[in-house]
């Protein structure tokens, strides 16, 4: 069994040694530009077309994250047929239960007035917010999403969820589809945004869809940077309709010097490490649905490439 990889900004030696002591049998290569040569699968991160327009006898390629947005923009240069599977959860839900939590009890906690206090000398007594009204909303009810719901669970929050098809999730009240994205909208005091990025999700955090909250709610996005549209999210924060926003993920990445977020006071930025990809649970995960796959069976984390994710 041949293995291409390709990751960009990772180094591929511990990842071919860890692939390698998963797969004893498959021979692995770093593909390289001109780099033709058969083979049967792909491990890759945002890899160029190259590497797969054109290739035949491929029984599969591995996306090194739990996002397709990246590979599938390689359209037609995609091969026709070959299934792409993406990572399900490989040690990300827990990264993502830990960031969310993190992020939900700052605010509710206001902890993150308290540190604004601390910086002006200032000892000011505040009390929590009521957790009745303080309902936590996730867009995307996916393998993340479900995570996030469950860790939030035990606090009591009132939970919200929003997915493209119906579900049913004991303590999550579950709106779907766009019919249901206004009641959704206007129930939640905190949006979590986890949703995969597609032609749908594209732009769905804008100033329409914000100022469908409660006045004052908070935004927390982990999923992509394109979701939002930024200029409406600073407009929001002056006008106090969003009293803060957590964001893990930005239009470009790095965020430019410059950009007006580094100097909005009621926005966190985190430089897209709400979950990362962790090398020994990817590979163990990609080896085991290899393993599926040559015994002929189906695997977790396909990726339906009409629906764009
Ligand atoms: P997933 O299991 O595929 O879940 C996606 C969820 O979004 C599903 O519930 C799906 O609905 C819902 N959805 C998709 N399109 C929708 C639409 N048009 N309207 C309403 N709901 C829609 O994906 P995941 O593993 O949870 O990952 C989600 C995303 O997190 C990734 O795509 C990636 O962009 C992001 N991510 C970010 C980081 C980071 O570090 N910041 C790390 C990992 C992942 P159905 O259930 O009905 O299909
Ligand atoms: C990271 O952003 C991922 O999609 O895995």
Redesign the pocket.
């Known amino acids: 069994m041949r293995i291409l990889f390709h990751a960009v900004d990772a180094n591929p030696a511990p990842w071919l040694a860890d692939l390698q002591a998963a797969l004893p049998q498959a021979q692995l290569r770093v593909w390289e530009a001109g780099d033709d040569a058969p083979a049967d699968y792909a491990v890759v991160w945002k890899p160029p077309a190259e590497m797969l327009r054109d290739r035949v006898g491929l029984k599969g390629v591995f996306n090194l ?5 990246a590979i599938l923009q390689l359209g037609d240069a995609l091969p026709a047929g070959v299934p792409i599977v993406r990572l ?1 959860d490989a040690g ?1 839900g827990v990264q ?1 239960a830990e960031y969310v939590t993190w992020a939900v009890l700052r605010y509710f906690r206001r902890f993150d007035q308290f540190d604004a206090q601390q910086k002006s000398g200032q000892w000011r007594f505040a009390k929590p917010h009521d957790k009745r009204s303080f309902s936590i909303g996730i867009l ?6 479900q995570r996030i719901a469950a860790a939030l669970s035990p606090f009591g929050f009132p939970l919200l969820g ?4 119906p ?1 049913d999730l004991p303590g999550v009240a579950c709106h ?2 766009s019919a249901g994205l206004d009641a959704f909208l206007a129930a939640s005091r905190v949006v979590v945004c ?5 032609g ?2 594209t732009g769905i955090l804008n100033r329409d869809t914000l100022s469908k909250l409660p006045h004052g709610s908070y935004l927390i996005n ?3 940077g394109m979701h939002l549209v930024e200029a409406d999210l600073t407009a929001l924060l002056q006008s106090g309709q969003i009293a803060g926003a957590t964001l ?2 930005f239009r470009q990445e790095p965020l430019p010097a410059g950009h007006p977020f580094w100097q909005e006071p009621r926005i966190t930025i985190t430089p ?5 990809t962790l090398r020994g649970d990817s590979v163990r995960q990609i080896a085991a649905k290899i393993g599926r796959m040559e015994a002929g069976h189906d695997v977790p984390g396909l990726v339906d490439r009409t629906r764009g ?1």
């Open positions: 994250g739990a996002g397709v947005d399900d990300m993502m995307g009810l996916g393998v993340l999403g929003w997915s493209r098809t579900k779907a589809g986890v949703l995969p990025l597609t749908e999700t982990v999923a992509r893990d993920v897209h490490i709400a979950a990362v994710y």
